[in-house]
């Protein structure tokens, strides 16, 4: 069979003819056939979208200029077509800014700023723009009066979808009532079957834009929904920041270092990242050195007492610098190197840089270079008994160290079989791992150069190569694990080499140099971005929010330090409202936030509710069928994300993407404040269960009391005290003598209450204890704030008239734990 493709060649020019039909579109053009990816796909949502866009645009632009939002927005029936205008009090926008910003796609300020905003791309106002004149085939109307100018600028403008840029139609300066703001008004094919999405926006952005007001006119509406502000506070001002280490991506890292003016890697790193200093910018060296380089296999040195090898051997390796100088020079390597633990060749080309500078010093003789790396080399061939003797075997002596060896084996198995022997099982088999450390110890040598320099992955390969051989040699097996210990014992005894780094224009020019840059980024630990470039709305505000828009018996709000995705800081911000006027049938009622813009549609595409399905919440106190999904019950559940770069699951902007790290701390948040909620049902409860013991004992006790009058002929006896004392609840009774009123309080619980008591008296009070008087209108209102500890009483006196009427008020003690008889 032939395919299409290999048929292509047969007609001569069918390239040049297939070249013909290709060009080039511009990004207008592609939204104009692809409106759905931005919410414009259909009348009904297309309307809401456009509201949103405009809605966003306007409080950004408000809240930039320091101004607090006034928002208006109208829509009206204009025969087939609906009219859409929104209004705000911004700074307005410059003559020769406003035709960008309206129609050109992918114009704005913010999609480069690493900082919290609502809009990013610049897409949205203008796809509002694109969608009114597919449509309706009528332009945009903007007026703009920045603030300080006396007159107005009119456009009326659409997009020439072909070089995505703005066609003007009517340029003019106009009037408008206005001091400073901005208007838009588009007509678009729309309908209002999305009439409560676009209720659920505007009544959302209120509740997590507490500062802002918002008033909406509809067809079909009696009046205006107006939503007020809950407060005078503007959220934060933010600060852009740099790129985060953490979070740059290869091409991106390339690309800045293409661009950068520094010279050095430090000076790049310090430049164009946040939260790399100095010292940071040497700790990601010092890894990339490692990645790059590789580090260097450190051994142990001869002890002390063997410390004549080394001394003779750089002694015969130096030559005319006279007697007392080279044993000076000799003598002084042989201590230093003699008193460390472990030393790589870099360590040991110090050292004798070290001595060689003091011997100099104290004789006058100068050691330069080529005596300094031959005194290398021969200490070098005495600490690892390789490359002395021209076999590859060397001499290890009859040391200590070396006892037991095999004259035989290379000379790097002792210091080899103490890494393995301690990295590996105690039930490893002796010649198990003596058979590992020579296998390792043949592969050391035969790495490049005399300074054993090797990566991490070639350790892991050379490791893993040195176990199979073991296993078919020996018929036994070195595992993962234990092959894993080994190769963590050898790396971390390496050194990082000092060489310096390559120049960054080196590393821009060679992509896999710039992939081991980015890999010592990311493997460096870095103070997470700062949070300045992040305004949280407050667990106050999302509170107020709430209240403002819920009338709720509770409600709770909780937001989370920040922490970092993909380099980028986010903070998770959670509000509960509970009981109330909310409808206690169904499902809670879930508001889902992108910094400070309510995500009206695709809820169940949204990590957001994947999370609160997730959660137990019978534990919390919420109905929950089947233990998990959605709760049931009187509730509002509010979730705002906060961040630089809100990880959308498409253009549209409807829903967060599964990103473990975000629904992680939407978790957190949310038991946060379900905590509370908890508390504060089972507080209801509890209080539920004494009313109805209360009520119990209430019908109980008189009866029992006639009956005890009866039966033993005394006066009936007062039940209000022993109520009390069963109810464990705090008493306050009224006791009159002889014009003394005097009010006792007695504290039966097992906690101290603070009480807050008024006395509501129809006569002037006198000789009043530890209060305060109020006269209000021939009513006195005496007041106190008594202590009571927990078992314990307080009177509280004052001297009125004996005609006097009273009525007692008893605050700071729920009403089910207090016993009044006043």
């Known amino acids: 069979m032939t395919s299409f493709q290999s048929s292509l060649g047969e007609d001569e020019g069918i390239a040049e003819e297939l070249a013909e039909s290709q060009r080039e579109i511009s990004i207008a053009e592609f939204f104009e056939k692809n409106k759905h990816m931005l919410g414009f796909d259909s009348g009904a949502r297309g309307l809401v979208t456009a509201v949103k866009e405009a809605v966003d645009n306007a409080l950004d632009a408000t809240e930039e200029a320091g101004i607090l939002p006034d928002i208006y927005v109208e829509i009206t029936e204009v025969g087939d077509y609906y009219r859409l205008v929104i209004e705000d009090n911004g700074p307005g926008i410059t003559k020769e800014q406003l035709p960008k910003v309206f129609g050109k796609l992918l114009y704005g300020s913010r999609f480069h700023a690493r900082v919290q905003s609502r809009g990013q791309q610049g897409i949205g106002i203008s796809a509002a723009v694109l969608y009114s004149q597919l449509t309706s085939g009528q332009p945009a109307r903007i007026t703009s009066r920045p603030k300080g100018q006396s007159d107005a600028q009119y456009f009326e403008l659409i997009i020439d979808t072909d070089t995505n840029e703005p066609e003007i139609s009517v340029d003019e300066t106009t009037t408008w009532d206005r001091p400073h703001g901005t208007r838009i008004e588009l007509e678009m094919e729309a309908n209002m079957r999305a009439r409560s999405q676009l209720h659920d926006y505007v009544k959302h952005t209120a509740v997590v834009n507490p500062h802002a007001r918002i008033e909406l006119r509809e067809p079909g509406l009696e009046g205006p929904m107006k939503f007020e502000r809950a407060t005078d506070e503007l959220p934060a001002e933010t600060t852009e920041i740099r790129p985060h280490p953490h979070g740059v991506e290869l091409g991106a890292l ?6 950068t003016e520094s010279y050095s890697i430090s000076g790049f790193l310090q430049e164009e990242f946040t939260r790399v200093g100095k010292k940071t910018a040497d700790n ?3 890894e990339f050195r490692d990645v790059y380089y590789g580090r260097e296999l450190s051994w142990s040195p001869p002890r002390a007492h063997d410390d004549r090898d080394v001394a003779d051997a750089v002694a015969d390796a130096v030559a005319n610098k006279g007697a007392t100088a080279t044993a000076a020079f000799s003598e002084g390597i042989a201590e230093t190197v003699a008193g460390g633990d472990r030393l790589s060749r870099s360590e040991l080309a110090s050292i004798v840089d070290d001595v060689a500078e003091t011997v100099a010093g104290d004789t006058g003789k100068t050691f330069g270079r080529t005596v300094r790396g031959n005194a290398v080399d021969a200490a070098w061939r005495a600490i690892t008994g390789v490359g002395g003797d021209g076999d590859g075997t060397g001499e290890t002596g009859d040391d200590e160290d070396s006892a037991g060896s095999d004259p035989g084996e290379p000379p790097l198995v002792p210091d080899v079989y103490a890494l393995v022997d301690d990295a590996t099982s105690t039930r490893k088999d002796d010649a198990v791992v003596r058979a590992m450390a020579e296998a390792l110890a043949r592969r050391f040598e035969d790495l490049d150069g005399d300074a054993f320099r090797i990566t991490r992955d070639d350790l892991e390969r050379l490791v893993a190569d040195a176990a199979s051989f073991v296993a078919e040699q020996h018929d036994a097996t070195f595992g993962e694990t234990a092959r894993g210990n080994v190769v963590d014992a050898v790396w971390s005894r390496a050194r990082t080499v000092p060489d310096d780094p390559p120049k960054v224009r080196d590393v821009a020019g060679d992509r896999d140099t710039a992939a081991d840059l980015l890999e010592a980024m990311r493997a460096t630990d870095i103070l997470a971005p700062p949070t300045d470039c992040l305004a949280p709305i407050t667990a106050e505000l999302v509170e107020a929010g709430l209240r403002k828009e819920y009338d709720a018996d509770f409600y709770a709000a909780a937001t989370r330090d920040a922490e970092v995705h993909g380099g980028d800081p986010f903070i998770v911000e959670a509000g509960i409202a509970y009981g109330g006027a909310i409808p206690a049938e169904g499902s809670v009622e879930l508001l889902r936030f992108a910094n400070r813009v309510p995500l009206v549609y695709q809820r169940g595409a949204c990590a957001t509710t994947d999370v609160i399905k997730s959660i137990g919440w019978r534990n919390y106190g919420l109905d929950q069928p089947g233990g998990s999904g959605m ?18 699951t498409s253009e549209s902007k409807d ?59 005394r006066p009936r006896p007062d039940i209000d005290g022993a109520l009390a004392r069963i109810m464990n609840n705090v ?41 305060t008087v109020v006269d209000m209108d021939g009513e006195w209102f005496v007041q106190w704030k008594p202590e009571v500890p927990s078992g314990d009483e307080r009177e509280l006196t004052y001297t009125v008239a004996d005609d006097a009427e009273f009525e007692v008020s008893v605050g700071g003690v729920e009403t089910e734990k207090l016993t009044v008889n006043a």
Do not use: C, W
């Not at 390339?254 to 661009?259: G, P, Q, R, V, Y």
């Open 254 to 259: 390339i690309k800045m270092l293409e661009a």
């Open 284 to 286: 990601v060296i010092d």
């Open 655 to 713: 829903a967060l993407a599964n990103v473990p790290a975000i629904e992680d701390e939407i978790e957190l948040a949310v038991r946060e404040a379900a905590r509370e909620l908890k508390s504060y049902l089972n507080k209801r409860r509890s209080m539920q269960q004494r009313r109805e013991k209360q009520d119990v004992l209430g019908k109980i006790l008189p009866e029992m009391a006639d009956k005890v009058s009866e039966v033993t002929g």
């Open 631 to 648: 709760p049931n019950g009187p509730a509002v559940i509010s979730i705002h994300v906060a961040s630089t770069n809100v990880p959308f």
């Open 731 to 771: 008493s306050v009774e009224r006791e009159r003598d002889d014009g003394t009123v005097r009010l006792v309080v007695e504290n039966h619980s097992d906690v101290n209450e603070t009480l807050e008591i008024t006395d509501i008296v129809s006569a002037e009070p006198t000789d009043l204890s530890d209060g």
